[in-house]
């Protein structure tokens, strides 16, 4: 037993000696070879990992190291150490050795990287510059990520130290940490970014960037550090996402010489997670977007005094500190980035910071639990008002010459009473002070006044006939206690109200007070509004054939300031005819709608012609009867938009009937004529003049029919039935079965039956026309 343990201790302690630590030097800066970096990562990989090793750097001449296919993958315990090259560092950077893609550049799998690490731990990586993966490589695919370095479901990594800082620009990621497996619970933990420049080149000046600075998912890591050497500069865009994590004393937007060499465009940091701290940082032009973030600290952060925008958002977030009571806690935000925006977030602090320049310090949307505040005195003497029973009333001065009062200046906290009143008392001469309340760790907005920027809200009515009636009111209105109104002139005009009333034709502005502050409106425009007439739907109707006709419609009034004036139509006679807008029952003439209010009569003509219309007379084919009796007088083709008169006689002057279809039922006992004319618009045509005779029938009746669809003689045509509406028509086949009916005739046979074709054969027929006539009969064929 004594000896089976001997050798097992003896195999252990081998063991540890093969895998003591070892440092690989990179002498070679070429892709593959000996000294080369992808044969120290290769060495290191072999080597194993229980013992740390280090790949330093002694590279005697040029100190780039172009790659044309993909290292080697990081292995745990093991540091990449640039930092040891024995040359000066590049530019104003702690790094001293360039790795840079070919333009060639390919590589394995879904992964692009410099430096790839999957699944280890311990990995520190100093005094690297990383430029080049982007989208300049032939072989870039916008689906994969191009990198400097990415790290997969790795554990304590470290990139960049105090005096031994990276650069990665040029890149589309300069730092991607992220998950290995969609489906894995696993995630990054303690990764540690310090003292680099990213988007920034070596320099430290200039900006070279295409994507996202960092874009990392981890818990307990860090991101830059309390002094300054621990001070990572930031040119772009950056995510982090986690539990625990720490943002402290960056540069955000400003290189190493504090400038912003950006163009002004601004730079987003996006946070997502729980537990967060963001302190410290020193940023121009940069928006910080908290999204879903339960729990972050928000402190120390300054805007520099460089002119751009910048400020906060934060959407569905809790438990907020934004700022704090002790007074070195505050956050710095100038110029008008709108400084903090809160979107359906609870329990946000906002408190003691100094915010200068901004339209709307804080601005709060769908949120609960506010705390109210009120203004209701902001005098010289006092400055008080209303707010939820125990809410702290922080107040502040804005000591800015700004337009806009913001709480730029803290002056104390006054704890509103238990009906909600609180008062601040002193010499408020040259103060201009604004408020906000908090109230169980719950921020309101700061009371400074708000005039809204839609224009909805700004409800104008333009004066008319050029008196001063005009007007304009102000919608939406926020902390506001008083309002002054001026002239494009600056001369005061009015005071009082929202609503600028009795004004003529100009240009004016208010000024929306709260004790020394104000907000001035945009410049309304009032213009001359005269009532008048849109005929841009008219619809005119002339008059025709000397009758009284004609119709006006479909006008509409305009500028008359939503009521309704006095209207009236006179002739040319000069005589009242009707006060509506619209007007019918006009003949020919010139007519004038004059509107009249207040006094400002406006005229509208309009002229409607006398139109002699030549219509032509209705065509009616005379016939003959077989007896006397009831009969119909049709109107070939009758117009759907006319109307058909019966006469006795061409020079009758009333009308035996009317009808719009043209087709009149007379009694006929013996031989006569009719007079049938067409009437439209007011005027009737000639006369046209039909005769009806009593005798025998000489109907035209066809023996034969060929309904094969060719539209000739596909029907049994009997002419002149049309005379004859209680006329009865059979036939028969034969067989003597009935296989057709019709009382009138009004639809023709077509040689079917039941909807089916009948052979070819002969039927027979049988015609009743009236109790006076006899029957008729014959035999009809049908041809296919």
Sequence with gaps: MKHKLFLFTLFLLLTCLNAEAT?????????????????????????????????????????????????????????????????????????????????SYTFPGTKAAALLMTEVTNVEIYGLCIKGYSSKLTNFNGNLLFTAISAYDCTNITIGAPDKGNVFCDNIYGVYCGTNSLTDSKNNDNINIQSNFIGYDESGTNVVELGYALDITADNSLVGGPTSKERNYFATAIALNGTDNKFINNSLSLDVNGQDNRGNASILLHFQGSNVQVTDNDFCVTTFQFVSVNGFYFLRNKQSNIPGNSGMSLFKCHNAFIGDDNDNDINIFSNDGGAFYAVESTNITIAKNSISCNTNPYLISNGT?????????????????????????????????????????????????????????????????????????????????????????????????????????????????????????????????????????GTYYAKCYNGNCFAQSIPITLTSSNPGIDDSGLQKVSASCDAANGSISNLKLINTNGGTPPLRWTNEAGDVIRNTLDIDGLP???????????????????????????????????????????????????????????????????????????????????????????FSNACESTRTKVDVSVGLSNLNIANTITPNNDGINDYWQIVGMENYPAATVKIFNRYGKNIFNSIGYARPFNGTYNGKPLPTGSYYYIINLSSGCGLLSGSLSIIR
């Design 23 to 103: 440092v690989f030097t990179v002498t070679s800066n070429a892709d593959t070879g000996t000294g080369t970096l992808r044969e120290a990562l290769t060495n290191a990989a072999a080597n194993g990992t229980i013992q740390q090793d280090i790949i330093n750097f002694n590279l005697p001449g040029s100190v780039t190291i172009t790659l044309f296919t993909q290292l080697p993958e990081v292995t745990s315990n093991l540091i990449i150490d640039g930092s040891t090259q024995p040359t000066p560092k590049l530019g104003r950077s702690d790094a001293r050795v360039y790795i840079i893609p070919d333009v």
């Design 369 to 505: 639990a506010i705390p109210n505040i009120n203004v209701i005195v902001n005098s010289a003497a006092e400055f008080s008002g209303t707010a939820s029973p125990g809410a702290a009333i922080y107040i502040y001065n804005d000591n800015t010459d700004c337009q806009v009062c913001n709480p730029v200046q803290y002056l104390t906290t006054i704890i509103a009473d238990a009906t909600g009143n609180w008062k601040f008392t002193g010499d408020f001469h040259n103060k201009k002070l604004v408020a906000n309340a908090t109230l169980n760790n719950s921020s309101s907005e700061y009371t400074q006044p708000v005039i809204s920027t839609s224009a909805a809200d700004y409800v104008k009515v333009n004066p008319t006939c050029f008196k001063n009636n005009g007007s304009i009111t102000l919608q939406n209105l926020k902390n506001v206690i008083g309002i002054d109104w001026y002239n494009d002139q600056n001369q005061l005009v009015q005071s009082g109200g929202p609503k600028l009333k009795n004004v003529g034709v």
């Design 588 to 678: 020919g003439g010139t007519y004038t709608l004059t509107i009249d209010p207040d006094g400002c009569a406006v005229p509208y003509h309009i002229t409607l012609l006398n139109q002699e219309l030549v219509i032509d007379p209705p065509i009616i084919s005379s016939f003959q009867l077989c007896g006397p009796g009831e009969t119909i007088i049709p109107v070939k083709n009758p117009v759907a938009t006319s109307t058909y008169r019966l006469y006795d006689s061409e020079t009758s002057t009333t009308p035996l009937d009317e009808e719009p279809n043209g087709k009149f039922k007379v009694n006929v006992t013996a031989n006569r004529s009719y007079y049938i004319s067409r």
